[in-house]
């Protein structure tokens, strides 16, 4: 007599249980997928930072350095509120300061004796020769940011930057400068120089990426983490850091920022006008759109 069962196909003999327990586990190996490849999983896995090193943005609700206690949260990632100072973190006075910092300090503290909600235009126009753009450089839109590695607000407007782009294309091209409040965010400046180290190999926007997706704000370890992840030369990128070859490139764009009334991170400017509104998707898409605007109508002049 032929037995049948060794014949039967083995999914035919597993229970139902085993079969839900075999679907869940293949539910979560499609969602890891599309977590890491699509653009809405990446939004989707998107971890603020919003811990006690500084301004948090939004509703995330902590992380109030240097902020009025009286303020509603959840407007503490927009603009400058009058008679207010926004995205400007308090001085740490425990952060014991490394050797060669005492400049950057010293502007830092000038900086903030003079802080002014007055709106300067963008002091220095954008140098494809030596800035970091992302869109054709001949653009009829710009937006500069002076940005902080360490600021949750910086790390916030990531995403407002991704959809503004998509949804202007090739009409805007996006600057990114380097402003690092060090006396309020000690990892600032290395994240700073570690950026631009990564750019003098090519992945200068990999890094940017990399710094303000991870779920942690910056250490010295994430970013030789991340340097090994992008495939960069470990021992160059490391040695270079320790040298701060990049660091004069970074103090560059903070004098600039300086010089053009920049009074929190991130702050924009479109074309070459200081933004004093919400760094929300609707507010600087608006202040694009009337930038494009103004200049039709000269042009048409």
Known sequence: MIDFSSTVPLAYTLSGGVWIVIGVFAIGFVALIFSYFTEKGTEIRFHAWGDQRGDAPGS??????GKDPTLDVRSWYRGTSPGRHRNVPAPRSTHAPKPGDQDLLARLE???SRLSSDGLGLSTPPDPSRDHMVGPPEAPLQLVEYADFECPSCQAALRVLARIRKRLGDELVLVVRHFPVADAHPMALMAAEAVEAAGAQGRFWDMYQRIYGDR????????????????LDVTRFERELREHVHKRRVLEDFESGLQSGVNGTPTFFVNGVRHDDEHTFDSLLGALEEARS???GELGS
């Open 216 to 231: 942690r704000p910056p250490t010295e370890d994430s970013l030789r983490r991340h340097a090994a992840r992008l495939k």
């Open 294 to 296: 103004q200049t039709a």
């Open 110 to 112: 000038a900086w903030r």
């Open 60 to 65: 995330f609700g902590v992380g109030n350095v």
